[in-house]
């Protein structure tokens, strides 16, 4: 039983830098894997980062690979995504989601997560 809640969303112009936060509650000691993930109207849900909650493996995607640093405060419960050299591209809405069971799917699937957040709008202006 977790709960997720990004924030940090807004914004900005092209070639500058926002940090996502994703705030956990609940059972965090459940988890296994925190991802982010992204989403524009009509378009295909897009794998952007993980991390492993218990070690600190990390995966990204080949979007963002190089622009973007996923990060954790086990302490806070607290999941980060820092963007920089931000494109028009990366407008989206940004969700974290949760591995709460330690399942079998890639971090960069999204049927690996059994909880996500309500997402926070990013908006990346030319």
């Known amino acids: 039983q977790v709960q997720l809640v990004e924030s940090g969303g807004g914004l900005v112009q092209t070639e500058n830098s926002l940090r996502l936060s994703c705030a956990a509650s609940g059972r965090t000691g459940g988890v296994y894997v925190m991802g982010w993930f992204r989403q524009d109207a009509g378009k295909e849900r897009e794998f952007v980062a993980a991390i492993n909650w218990r070690g600190y493996t990390t995966y990204y995607g080949d979007s963002v690979k190089g622009r973007v640093t996923i990060s954790k405060d086990v302490a806070k419960s607290t999941l980060y995504l820092d963007m920089n050299d931000l494109k028009p591209d990366d407008t989206a809405t940004y969700y974290c989601?949760?591995?709460?069971?330690?399942?079998?799917?890639?971090?960069?699937?999204?049927?690996?997560?059994?909880?996500w957040g309500q997402g926070t709008r990013v908006t990346v202006s030319p």
């Open positions: 989601a949760a591995d709460t069971g330690g399942s079998s799917w890639s971090p960069q699937r999204p049927q690996k997560y059994d909880t």
